[in-house]
């Protein structure tokens, strides 16, 4: 009989597993201000690797590539959106010392908790079908292998969380932080590689509605909106701001508040940057005035080498694309045990909660890749991207709602300003969804 060469774990541990890294980042009281940003600087980050895994690169390079400069006021608005939708999250994790996952379970009747709790999972799916799909791309770039072989590749990373089982909170930080410098210094050499035009680039950061007047553009704008203000990631927020100690007085909770905000803005406006840099890099390179073809992601690795005259970018874009599909792996393993955990009080190894998610993602994954072809990974990640902002308004709803009960918030209930601007975003959110429905129907 065949036996493992090691033991597997058999319960939830850390880093992966948000209760048992719950105060396990210490921060001196005594501290210069200086160093406890620096102690609370780390949650944002992992929230903000969803703001540029693959399906973001998918949707960026469609965007820039069809349209232009003329989406980028769409990147920066949905970037400020999620900062202010995180900043909500983040402040209800540090007051109430629970997640918003559990609150779900714990403020609504059973039949709506368990509606969220599948609407949440479906959007870890989504994101991870993207992951399995930008990883698989970039193996297929760096390696040669055939598209499903990539995809097949992907399941592998569950070696990474058994290998990081046990270890600190920080040090998955740290991790995230070296992929995102890796993505960001790719992409600063693709702009130097492709050269682009920077009055455009400024004139695209204007809002226009008519650039939004016809469906193609929209369905892109809302994939954009989907791949940067993820629904699974206002769980996320909520959980891992506690892994920070903060003593239960107001003073200490509205200074950790002030210094998780710090952490938020900082990493989701580098979030911001690059996503702006993959979509001015496909605008430079690939945008041709009065040109309609549809340049997808699949293509755009193929095509950079040439235009950018050196074989070097379309490497770079490989590495990157692999660095960005990687750090999702432990943003969406932490993600889905904050989901399973909250509303189902359930508790797994981390191992199985990702071989889970990434079953559920691989088998979708392989199906389009082998029936679609080889050129079908672009249609598929700005598709799951749409499928995340579908699902966006079933997690906004119970944020919005529950940090503005004074019962539940006591003194750091959200401001009517927060609350007012909160609910337009939900409005606008869940019209422009119904809207393409509607036109997905209709059509």
């Known amino acids: ?130 992951e399995v799909l930008g990883c698989a791309l970039a193996f297929k770039l760096l390696l040669g292998v055939s598209l499903p072989v990539g995809v097949a590749l992907t399941a592998l990373d569950t070696l990474i969380i058994l290998g990081l089982k046990g270890k600190g909170f920080r040090q998955i930080e740290a991790i995230v932080l070296g992929l995102i410098l890796t993505v960001a210094v790719c992409l600063v050499a693709e702009l130097i590689f492709v050269k682009p035009d920077w009055q455009a680039v400024a004139a695209g950061l204007v809002p226009s509605m008519q650039t939004l007047s016809q469906r193609e553009p929209l369905y892109l704008a809302i994939g954009i909106l989907g791949a940067t203000v993820m629904p699974h990631n206002l769980y996320l927020h909520s959980s891992v701001v506690q892994t920070r100690v903060v003593l239960p007085t107001p003073a200490a909770k509205q200074e950790a508040i002030g210094l998780s905000r710090i952490d938020t803005i900082i990493s989701l406006l580098l979030a911001l940057l690059i996503n702006g840099a993959i979509l001015v890099v496909a605008a430079a390179a690939f945008y041709e005035p009065g040109n309609t073809r549809v340049l997808d992601i699949d293509d755009a690795y193929q095509l950079l080498a040439p235009v950018a005259g050196t074989a070097l970018a379309a490497i770079l874009f490989g590495l990157a694309l692999l660095a960005s599909g990687q750090s999702s792996t432990f943003t969406g393993t932490i993600a889905g045990q904050v989901i399973m955990e909250g509303f189902l009080k359930m508790k797994i190894p981390c191992w199985q909660r990702r071989l889970l998610t990434r079953g559920l993602a691989l088998i979708p994954a392989m199906i389009g890749v082998l029936t679609l072809g080889e050129h079908s990974v672009g249609k598929l990640l700005v598709l799951s991207q749409v499928v995340l902002s579908l699902q966006l308004p079933f997690a906004m709803y119970p944020l919005i709602s529950l940090t ?19 609910w337009l975003l939900f409005v606008v959110i869940s019209a422009a969804n119904v809207w393409l429905v509607w036109q997905a129907v209709a059509g």
């Open 1 to 130: 009989m065949f036996s493992l060469p090691f033991k597997l774990p058999s319960t939830a541990t850390a880093p992966f597993c948000p209760s048992e890294v719950a105060g396990t980042v210490a921060v001196t009281a005594d501290d210069p201000y200086w160093k406890k940003v620096l102690r609370f600087a780390g949650p944002g980050l992992l929230v903000s690797v969803g703001y540029m895994d693959p399906g973001n690169w998918a949707t960026a390079i469609q965007g820039g590539s069809q349209f232009g400069y003329q989406l980028l006021y769409v990147v920066v608005l949905s970037s400020l959106a999620a900062i202010v939708l995180q900043c909500l999250s983040m402040r209800l994790g540090i007051v109430t010392g629970k997640d918003l996952a559990v609150h779900c379970r714990e403020q609504y009747k059973p039949p709506v908790a368990k509606t969220l709790w599948g609407f949440a999972e479906i959007s870890i799916i989504a994101c991870d079908l993207a």
């Open 404 to 422: 503005s009960q004074r019962r539940i918030m006591g003194d750091f209930v959200n401001a009517w300003w927060t609350t007012t601007l909160a």
